[in-house]
């Protein structure tokens, strides 16, 4: 009694409404941080809490991709620049307003179903400038990419911002220079290991140096897998980050989401009809955690203006 909600003030933060689009960019700070699963779980609460179709941008191929995590048929790049639509979803359509407070994450308490409104959206096998796979940002340089590329990347930002409020990309090593500059909001993702601390510092580092401090001073820092075992572990990467970002989120262990097995695990329990839950799997912490990421992340962008974008 007389303790808030944090819960519910999470849910009411992830449905602020925003004054245009946003590219949300998930960056894991070194391999095995957590970034497929981290973008996968932040993009469907958005949709689910918000109401509204989410985009979620997998730019990081590999065996457990998003587009191997989706529930639904990836769409990909090219297919979205030739106009043709996710889910059938109509093309430069405004998004619906989010739902209302009677509403607001009554789909994580047990109600019935709803069909998913995340699109996820894949590179194509041959497209030029295709995301190698690969997470750590500090390990080496990244080299510029063909002019074709940039101009693909170009168009599909622009294409995105006119069908979703929010755009979540989950970037592969050799995409990151060209999602970073269209980012209006970056979540980092360190694993509690006894390297956190040295790569979400490096990270930190290399992002200033590139022209993108402004973009790490207001991003969101996420510690995956903290137990009492790795509390050391996770507070030494805290410690390293503290000031240099906006918030910390820690989330706890959970056994489902440690190897890509139990991934595929996760897809099975969405799929299961006898779950009215999306993520029945996952332990409350942990589903508390990614909440109260989408909180304050929609609370953050909705003090700050979207970038400009200009049609393509």
């Not at 602020?16 to 391999?31: I, S, W, Y």
């Not at 989010?98 to 699109?119: E, F, I, M, N």
């Not at 622009?158 to 990151?176: E, I, K, N």
């Amino acid at each position: 009694p007389g303790r808030p909600d944090l819960d519910r003030q999470a849910r009411e933060r992830a449905v602020l409404p925003l004054d245009g689009p946003r590219l949300v960019v998930v960056l894991g700070c070194t391999v095995g941080a957590g970034q497929t699963m981290t973008t996968f779980i932040l993009a469907e609460l958005l949709a689910e809490l918000r109401g509204e179709p989410v985009a979620a941008l997998d730019l990081n191929p590999g065996p457990a991709s998003l587009a191997t995590l989706a529930t639904q048929p990836a769409t990909t790049v090219s297919a979205l620049l030739a106009n043709r639509n996710p889910a059938g979803r109509p093309a430069h359509a405004a998004a619906p307003a989010p739902r209302s407070t009677a509403h607001r994450g009554s789909a994580w308490r047990g109600s019935p179903r709803v069909k998913s409104q995340l699109d996820v959206i894949s590179e194509d096998p041959t497209a030029p400038g295709l995301a190698a796979p690969g997470r750590a940002v500090t390990g080496g340089a990244i080299g510029p990419e063909p002019a074709s590329a940039n101009l693909r990347y170009d168009r599909l930002f622009s294409v995105l911002a006119s069908r979703y409020t929010v755009s979540v990309a989950d970037p592969g090593a050799s995409a990151v220079s060209r999602v970073l500059p269209a980012a209006d909001q970056l979540v980092l993702v360190v694993p509690a290991s006894p390297d956190a601390a040295q790569a979400v510092g490096m990270t930190c580092e290399w992002l200033e140096a590139h022209g993108h401090g402004a973009l790490s001073a207001s991003s969101i820092a996420v510690v995956n897998g903290v137990s009492q075992r790795s509390m050391p572990h996770a507070e030494q990467a805290e410690l390293a980050v503290r000031g240099r970002c906006r918030a910390i989120v820690r989330v706890p262990w959970d056994d489902h989401l440690a190897q890509p097995q139990a991934e595929r695990g996760i897809r099975a329990s969405r799929e299961a009809s006898v779950s009215p839950e999306r993520f029945a799997q996952l332990r409350p912490a942990v589903l508390q955690a990614h909440t109260a990421l989408a909180g304050v992340l929609v609370a953050t962008m909705s003090m700050s203006r979207p970038r400009t974008r200009s049609a393509q």
